[in-house]
């Protein structure tokens, strides 16, 4: 099947309704998942599980809602889309995590395996250092 743009936002509209499993069924269990950058969650995870517990497992603890992501914009070349999305949630502290996001996805037979993660590092270090607890 091809990707359409109709396929992608139905897909990444549900980490707007915090309905994150129905997105993560369609990410291979083998998916390699890179995040740039130089904070706490940066790096690359090799598979669905890994990125989840070392991201959205340790950023729904320190975020009142959870992780909840809004598509702004989608771009589609072949079997890759570019996803640019805003965090609509707030920090255990009361302050906006406004975070926005590029996500660059290759799909193979309508599942994510593979993405490139780009967050705004300085605001991801600083919810982990105020909200986090040891």
């Not at 990125?51 to 009142?64: A, G, M, Q, S, Y």
């Not at 598509?71 to 975070?99: C, H, Q, R, Y």
């Not at 193979?108 to 300085?122: H, Q």
Request: aromatic share 10%; proline share 2%.
């Amino acid at each position: 099947m091809s990707l359409t743009h109709e396929k992608v936002k139905n897909l990444f509209n549900h980490l707007k309704t915090g309905q994150n499993e129905l997105f993560f069924e369609r990410v291979a269990p083998d998916v390699k998942w890179t995040v740039m950058g130089t904070h706490p969650l940066a790096g690359t995870y090799h598979s669905k599980d890994e990125f989840i517990l070392h991201t959205f497992d340790r950023l729904n603890k320190i975020l009142k809602e959870g992780v909840i992501l809004e598509v702004k914009n989608i771009f589609i070349d072949f079997d890759v889309a570019i996803v640019e999305m805003e965090s609509l949630s707030t920090a255990l502290n009361g302050k906006p995590f406004n975070n926005t996001y590029c996500w660059i996805t290759r799909f193979e037979n309508d599942i994510i395996v593979e993405v490139r993660a780009y967050v705004d590092s300085a605001l991801v270090q600083k919810a982990i250092d105020e909200n986090e607890t040891s």
